[in-house]
């Protein structure tokens, strides 16, 4: 545990907004705000991480990341492209993919009145996360760290 004295002496570094790997959870977490958050968990995928008094988005965390990434690299790869090796590759890819596997999963289900709806709301939301990460890029060679 870091005194007080050591502490006056840590170099706080300014915060930057990024997209961040964490291995043991295979999720990525992206912070536009160095801010707490209260978690809204969307879908299997996505949660949603909101200002703690304010009603806006402030980042998001995409589980599940290795298979949505391989799926995003399985795509290129049909079209006769490839994710070249360390390129940063958009974020709001991994969220279309995602959303793509939802979407495809609520087709394949017959939908009543009320999942509808609630598929829905969850598109609304997905619509959401896409606006808060824009162009945020995710480093794919922090999945290439891990054996």
Known sequence: MLGTAALAE??????????????P??????????????????????TLLWHP???????????????????LSEVAAAAG???PEGAFTPLMSAIEVAMT???GSALTDKMEASRLEEHRRVM????????????????????????
């Open 81 to 83: 492209r490839s994710l």
């Open 101 to 103: 596997m939802r979407v």
């Open 53 to 71: 008094s304010e009603d806006v988005a402030v980042g998001v965390k995409i589980k599940g990341f290795r298979a949505l990434f391989n799926t």
């Open 10 to 23: 840590f170099d706080f570094e300014d915060f930057e907004p990024c997209a961040r790997y964490y291995p």
């Open 124 to 147: 609304a939301l997905y619509a959401q996360a896409f606006k808060l990460v824009g162009g945020v890029t995710f480093d794919p060679r922090q999945l290439q760290r891990i054996s």
């Open 25 to 46: 959870m295979d999720c990525v977490i992206f912070l536009r705000e160095d801010v707490a958050y209260r978690a809204d968990r969307i879908d299997e995928f996505l």
